[in-house]
């Protein structure tokens, strides 16, 4: 948007993106220079002057804009990034193990998606295995984190009133009010293969084989983990996670670690996610490190079909007008999320009802929705969730918005968002200029002569 500033739209980025497909069509264009040379360090952090070019490619695949951003803007992002890493450290925003390597998979799975294989990535970051790669990534990963939940503690009281809102937009000179793509409102409804109590079974004894093979026969539990999990966060840490009680696990897992005892294997146990055992290794203090093994039972193929057929007989009952979308939504889909807002869907990104369809990030919804009319319903479609279990559903267009500039009624949610992203921004500005004095900072080559919106070179 026009008129946030580089500033404000360089620390709203989303840092943790990688966008390697950026990368791999723009490498050849980048400049060759020194990968290893020292640059800049805060802190405990240093920055390495290959870091300007890669922090330029993930900033342009995360959509910011860069017309106006010289190479020393660029290394201000990251001497800010460190800072705010650095900092956190001192204050304890802890991040766990657990949270890094959940996060770290997930972006390994967008990057596989983008580019197609794990080989062009190990190719591209020069990595000769997919280990090796994970344990360089990790700490790129931890370090964003860090500065990630750094910047959540400085905004997180940051509010803005009405009237703010209102000034903010009335800033805003007429001829740079930016454009508002074509918009959305979806509304879904989601049926799910009901797995059967035989398919369940199969995976608690398929649990309770390995356990007992690991207790009676001496087999490694890191092996089985890295084989055959489905929890694939943990699958090359051989099912690993260091927690305490305070960690983001559901109750029934928590509830089972914290009643083992050393070196002790549970018994199959059930949580959403799926049935796991769990094998505490040790007990430190409040932490405990264990290893555990996710078993997910699939739907037959019979139990597809079953789901297909009933959200067939559903869609048929709307169009014929028999029940509205809404209330079939509210009365049959497995969504737990939309199904008692008549299945309407909030765009993850925004949390707003109004998806932009240019920026929808889930491409099977996408190419849904995007031949269909005002009210009309879609045939169904395979839904595929990020843990890659399937469903079926069907989507209504409640309402289509054409494209538009934006306007302070009709938008207001999407300018409220701007005001609190630039009020936070200056927030954070005011924060790094306090903590610039009192952290160690260096800056080396040609980055002295650079003219920085902070005071990061104290004269």
């Given at each position: 948007m026009r008129f946030l500033n580089k500033k404000i739209g360089m620390l709203f980025a989303l840092s943790l993106s990688f966008g390697v497909t950026a990368y791999a069509q723009e490498q050849q264009s980048v400049q060759k220079r020194k990968i290893d040379g020292v640059v800049g360090?805060?802190?405990?952090y240093v920055i390495l002057e290959s870091e300007i070019d890669k922090t330029l490619l993930e900033l342009k695949a995360q959509r910011v804009s860069i017309e106006d951003m010289s190479?020393?803007?660029?290394?201000?992002?990251?001497?800010?990034?460190?800072?705010?890493a650095y900092q956190a450290v001192q204050d304890s925003l802890e991040v766990t193990d657990v949270e890094v390597t959940t996060y770290m998979d997930d972006q390994i799975n967008r990057m596989v998606e983008e580019v197609g294989s794990m080989d062009k990535i190990l190719k591209f970051y020069n990595k000769k295995s997919e280990d090796e790669f994970r344990e360089y990534f990790f700490d790129?990963?931890?370090?964003?984190?860090?500065?990630?939940?750094?910047?959540?503690?400085?905004?997180?009281?940051?509010?803005?009133?009405p009237e703010e809102v209102r000034q903010f937009?009335?800033?805003?000179?007429?001829?740079?009010?930016?454009?508002?793509?074509?918009?959305?409102?979806?509304?879904?409804i989601v049926i799910k293969p009901e797995i059967s109590k035989e398919q369940k079974q199969k995976v608690i004894d398929r649990l309770n084989e390995m356990r007992t093979d690991v207790l009676e026969n001496g087999a490694s539990f890191f092996s089985k983990a890295v084989l055959f999990t489905d929890d694939k966060a943990s699958a090359a840490n051989g099912g690993f996670f260091s927690m305490t009680k305070k960690d983001p696990f559901v109750k029934e897992f928590k509830d089972v670690a914290f009643s083992m005892a050393e070196g002790e294997i549970s018994q199959p146990f059930e949580t959403e996610f799926g049935y796991h055992i769990i094998y505490l290794e040790k007990i430190r203090g409040q932490r405990l490190d264990l290893r555990h093994i996710l078993l997910i039972p699939k739907p037959t193929q019979e139990a597809m079909d079953e789901a297909k057929k009933k959200i067939e007989n559903i869609r048929e009952k709307i169009v014929n007008g028999e029940i509205s979308f809404g209330e079939a939504a509210t009365a049959s889909s497995d969504e737990k999320e939309t199904k008692f807002n008549e299945g309407v869907m909030k765009d993850p990104m925004t949390m707003d009802p109004r998806f932009e369809l240019n920026n929808m990030e889930d491409r099977e919804l996408y190419f849904l929705v995007s031949g269909l009319s005002e009210g009309e319903v879609s045939q169904p479609a395979i839904k595929t969730d990020r843990r890659g279990d399937k469903s079926y559903r069907i989507v209504r267009i409640n309402k289509k918005y054409p494209a538009h500039k934006?306007?302070?009624?009709?938008?207001?949610?999407?300018?409220?968002?701007?005001a609190l992203q630039k009020k936070q921004g200056e927030e954070m500005e005011k924060w790094v200029g306090k903590k610039i004095k009192d952290a160690y900072i260096s800056i080396q080559g040609e980055f002295i002569e650079c003219k920085f919106r902070n005071n990061w070179l104290k004269k």
């Open positions: 360090v805060v802190g405990d190479r020393c803007d660029l290394f201000e992002k990251l001497l800010e990034d460190k800072l705010f790129i990963v931890k370090q964003n984190k860090l500065t990630q939940n750094m910047q959540q503690h400085i905004v997180e009281k940051v509010t803005i009133t937009f009335k800033s805003i000179p007429e001829d740079q009010l930016p454009m508002v793509g074509d918009e959305v409102e979806i509304a879904e934006i306007d302070f009624a009709e938008d207001y949610s999407k300018v409220k968002g701007f």
